[in-house]
């Protein structure tokens, strides 16, 4: 079974603290995301990685950076969180490099309250 | 950047009711995808439509991507309330990511 792990389901933190999500994929994709997801405004990428050590800017990366040291895994940073960091926030994986209609597999989502 | 609207985005009904969720743009896609979220959980792939005027059928789930790929629709029949959840289209460009509709939150009420 095709598995994405993130390493919080609910974290509290407070303003200016540097925050890390995890994610963790067990498929050996090449592809990797993050989204953050608001009400009404769906899911919006944030950073997306399509190899190790490879990494893209998604539509809303301010405030953000990420890193992949390893093919499995897949780190969300907030260097200096902030309220309107308050978010869930959804890591995925998919298949083929390049292949936009490929499945992505979605972890549980981390809910991130910034106070 | 590109939007995809998504229409409703609520809807309540009553079991065995029908019901359609609409998702437009006014950009062409190279493909589209429908995903389901129910509460604390990550989205789940539902289909992919690639070809215009495509339909699929998933039980009572029947996809439809439009002639010119701009839009899609999904049909329920007779909803049940194991339906209820967040129907989320995706539409690709083919720039490798995806960009999601804002969600329809479905409720089917026994």
């Known amino acids: 079974d095709v598995k994405v792990t993130q390493s919080s389901r609910y974290l509290v933190k407070r303003t200016g603290e540097k925050v890390f999500l995890e994610c963790v994929q067990d498929m050996d994709h090449e592809n990797m995301f993050w989204y953050r997801q608001d009400p009404g405004l769906g899911l919006r990428l944030i950073y997306f990685s399509y190899d190790v050590k490879m990494k893209e800017k998604g539509d809303i990366p301010e405030g953000y950076s990420v890193s992949r040291e390893k093919k499995e895994r897949f780190s969300l940073i907030l260097e200096s969180a902030s309220t309107n960091q308050t978010s869930m926030y959804l890591c995925a994986s998919s298949l083929l490099a390049g292949g936009a209609t490929d499945t992505q597999y979605f972890g549980p989502g981390t809910r991130l309250t910034v106070l | 950047t590109q939007l995809l609207e998504q229409s409703p985005q609520f809807l309540s009904i009553q079991e065995g009711e029908n019901l359609t969720v609409y998702c437009n743009s006014s950009?062409?896609?190279?493909?589209l995808q429908w995903y389901r979220q129910e509460p604390g959980e990550g989205p789940v792939l539902l289909v992919t439509v690639v070809t215009g005027g495509e339909v699929k059928k998933l039980k009572r789930l029947t996809f439809q991507f439009g002639d010119a790929r701009k839009d899609s629709s999904l049909h329920i029949t007779a909803a049940q309330p194991g339906d209820t959840g967040l129907y989320l289209c995706?539409?690709?460009?083919?720039?490798?990511?995806?960009?999601f509709g804002q969600g329809t939150r479905l409720t089917i009420n026994p």
């Open positions: 950009s062409v896609f190279s493909s």
């Open positions: 995706a539409g690709d460009w083919g720039a490798q990511k995806l960009v």
